[in-house]
C-alpha cells in the first residue's frame, strides 16, 4: 500500500470521526409537571439541533426505573449520562458502574448524595434560593398575623428540602408568619387539590392567610379546591409557587395566584455544551453550574402568559 494511498485512509478516517455522532442516556424523573414536560422538549429539541441522538427514559417517579436506564446506557456504550435525580440518595452503585465504563454523567435539577468524583458536574438552580424569594415576598405582602399551609415536594428530592429549608429561614425570623399545616403532594396538581382539601377540612379557612407550594402544579391543584370551599385564591388565601409555567401565569393575570418564582427549564444547552467539551477534552469543568430565575407576580402575568404559551 502507497503512500498516497494510506493518507486518503487517514483523511476518510479523520473525517469519518468528526462526523461521529453523539450519543447521549437521559433518565428522567417522569412527566409529573408542566415545568417538567417543557424540561423535557428542551432537552429534546437542543439535541435535535445539535445532532445528537437522545435516548429519554421516563421514569415515572421511580427511583428504581431511573437506576435500569442507566444501566441500559452503560450497556450501550452511550457517550454520556444525563440523570436528573428522583430523590438524593442511593446513586452510588450505578454512578460507580458508569465511572468503570468511562461514561461521564451529569446531575440536573436535583442534587445527589454521592462522591463528586462519581460524576461529572451538577447543572441546577439554587433551590434554597427559590424559597428564601418565595418568604421574601410573604414578609414584604403580610404584616399582619399569617397561618400558612405547604405543599412540599415528593418526600427526599432536593427541591422539596432545598425549597423548604429556604421558606423556613425566612419566616423563622418573623413571629407573624407560622407554617401550620405540611403534607408532600407528589409536585402533581391532582394531589395538590386532594391535599388543600384536607387543609381545609382540618382548619378554618378564613383562618388561613397563604398558601406556599413548592410547584406550581400542586399550587394550581389547591387554587381548584380554594375556589371550590368558597373562598378567593389570591384574596382570602395567598397564592405562593416556584416554577413558572403558562398556566400558572394565566392564573396570577386572573388575580388567582400571586407570586412565583421562577425554574428556567432550559438546560438542554447548558448541558449539551458541557458534554461536548468534555468529549474534546476538556476537563477544566466546573462541579456546580447554576441557573437563576425572576420573581413573577400579578403586575406583569398577562404579558409573560402570552410570552410563554406561544
Known sequence: MNIKTLAMMSLLLLSQNAMAEIVVGFAQVGSESGWRTNFSNDMREEAKRRGITLKFADSQQQQANQIRAVRTFIAMRVDAIVIAPVVETGWTPILRQAQRSDIPVIILDRNIRADEDLYLTRIASDFVEEG???????????????????LQGTVGSTAAIDRGTGFNRVIDKHDNITIVRSQTAEFTRNRGKEVMESFLRAE????????????????????????????????????????????????????????????????????????QRYLKGDTDIPKLIRTTGDVYTQATAAEEYQKRSQ
Request: hydrophobic share 45%; charged share 20%.
Open 204 to 275: 378554618d379557612p378564613n383562618s388561613i392567610c397563604a398558601l406556599w407550594a413548592h410547584n406550581d402544579e400542586m399550587a394550581l391543584g389547591a387554587i381548584q379546591a380554594i375556589k371550590e370551599s368558597g373562598l378567593a385564591p389570591g384574596e382570602d388565601i395567598k397564592v405562593i409557587s416556584v416554577d413558572g409555567i403558562p398556566d400558572y401565569f394565566l392564573a396570577m393575570a386572573n388575580g388567582l395566584a400571586n407570586v412565583t418564582v421562577e425554574l428556567d427549564p432550559h438546560l438542554g444547552a447548558p448541558t449539551y455544551d458541557v458534554i
Open 132 to 150: 428564601v424569594k418565595a418568604a421574601q415576598w410573604l414578609v414584604e405582602n403580610e404584616q399582619d398575623e399569617c397561618r400558612v399551609v405547604e
